[in-house]
C-alpha cells in the first residue's frame, strides 16, 4: 500500500528554519507532481509549494516566497521543504501530498492529488 511519511516538524522561534521529509513507499512517483499543503486551526487546507514530475518546475504560494525551497530526489521517493525565516503565521499541520497519474504539472487544489500523509505539526512562536 501506498503511504507518505512527514518528519521533521517541531517548535521553532521566529526567524528560525525548519525541514521538513516526505517519505513515500508502496509505489514509484516519478511521474507525478509533489507538493506541501498547511492547515491551521479553523482554516481550510491550503498549498504550500510544488514541484513538478521532473523537478524542473516548482510553484510557491505569495506567502511563502523567497522563504521556502521545495526539492525531490525520485530515486529516494522523497520530497523535502527548507523553511527558512519562519513566521507565526507559519504555524500549522503540513502535509506531503502526490498527484494524480496522468498529470506531472503542479496545481494548487487539493483534488488534483492522490496520495496524502498524515501531517507534521509546525509551531512558529514569537
Known amino acids: 500500500q501506498v503511504q507518505l511519511a512527514e518528519s521533521g516538524g517541531g517548535l521553532v522561534q521566529a526567524g528560525g528554519s525548519l525541514r521538513v521529509t516526505c517519505a513515500a513507499s508502496?509505489?514509484?512517483?516519478?511521474?507525478?507532481?509533489m507538493a506541501w499543503f498547511r492547515q491551521a486551526p479553523g482554516k481550510e487546507r491550503q498549498f504550500v509549494a510544488g514541484i513538478n514530475w521532473s523537478g524542473v518546475a516548482t510553484v510557491y504560494a505569495d506567502s511563502v516566497k523567497g522563504r521556502f525551497t521545495i526539492s525531490r530526489d525520485n530515486a529516494k521517493n522523497t520530497a523535502y521543504l527548507q523553511m527558512n525565516n519562519l513566521k507565526p503565521e507559519d504555524t500549522a499541520v503540513y502535509y506531503c501530498?502526490?498527484?494524480?497519474?496522468?498529470?506531472?504539472?503542479?496545481?494548487?487544489?487539493?483534488?488534483?492529488?492522490?496520495?496524502w500523509g498524515q501531517g507534521t505539526q509546525v509551531t512558529v512562536s514569537s
Open positions: 501530498a502526490i498527484g494524480q497519474s496522468y498529470y506531472g504539472s503542479v496545481y494548487s487544489q487539493t483534488r488534483m492529488y492522490d496520495y
Open positions: 508502496g509505489g514509484t512517483f516519478s511521474s507525478r507532481a
